[in-house]
């Protein structure tokens, strides 16, 4: 057994018997990256990481192709980074199935669960039935810190597929506050019209920052319209 696989061993136990509280972020990196770099120290490959991107939830969103820059990083290991946060995103939509949201707080703690560690803008569509019950969260689009697309022809298509009686669109402003911009209310503008020619009602758009939250609806931005 060498240096490293003695260390490797020592970080195993220490997460089985303390949990990953234990670790500071770049230690929490190196564990991970011990399953997909079999005999390397990974501790200086997890500190490069953290420098690049700045956060472990930044290191967990990067792309692919990016983190592969990182020395060190193959393409296994990348792969292995990049699904961690998919996955958890993939699994708290599939709990979202029986998730009732009847109030502009049951779906803002919906929400902020949903956004949490996001580094990036993206936009969801919350499909729901007359009771209020989630049907169905589909994300629409991702773009840079700072902006999303609409895609119309998504947004109609998953309130169809879904049989959706109300919409609720919802993004992030990953590094501002979370009021609605002149983008926002165009979007809002185009949504609302677009789900009307199908009979659905868009019900709120909902913007999250910082563990915040404000909706448009009780805002009285969508009366505006």
Request: charged share 25%; proline share 2%; aromatic share 6%.
């Amino acid at each position: 057994m060498g240096i490293h696989d003695g260390h490797r061993e020592k970080m195993r136990a220490r997460f089985l018997t303390a949990g990953l509280d234990a670790f500071a972020d770049h230690e929490a990196l190196e564990l991970l990256l011990y399953y997909a770099i079999r005999r390397r120290d990974t501790n200086p490959i997890a500190h490069a990481l953290m420098e690049r991107y700045g956060s472990l939830s930044a290191v967990l969103e990067a792309p692919v192709e990016d983190l592969r820059k990182v020395e060190g990083i193959g393409e296994h290991a990348a792969i292995l980074l990049s699904l961690i946060s998919k996955i958890n995103h993939k699994a708290r939509l599939a709990d979202a199935r029986e998730t009732m949201l009847k109030s502009t707080e049951g779906v803002g703690t919906y929400l902020l669960e949903l956004f949490a560690g996001l580094s990036q803008e993206v936009l969801y569509q919350l499909c729901l039935d007359q009771k209020g019950k989630l049907l169905a969260c589909k994300r629409l689009s991702e773009g840079s810190a700072n902006t999303t697309d609409l895609n119309i022809r998504l947004l109609m298509k998953n309130a169809i597929l879904t049989s959706a009686s109300g919409v609720i669109l919802s993004h992030n402003h990953p590094s501002g506050i979370a009021l609605p911009s002149q983008d926002d209310f165009n979007t809002t503008e185009q949504a609302r019209v677009a789900l009307n020619t199908i009979g659905v009602t868009l019900l709120d758009h909902i913007i999250v920052a910082d563990g915040d939250y404000v909706s448009m609806a009780d805002s009285g931005f969508l009366a505006e319209f």
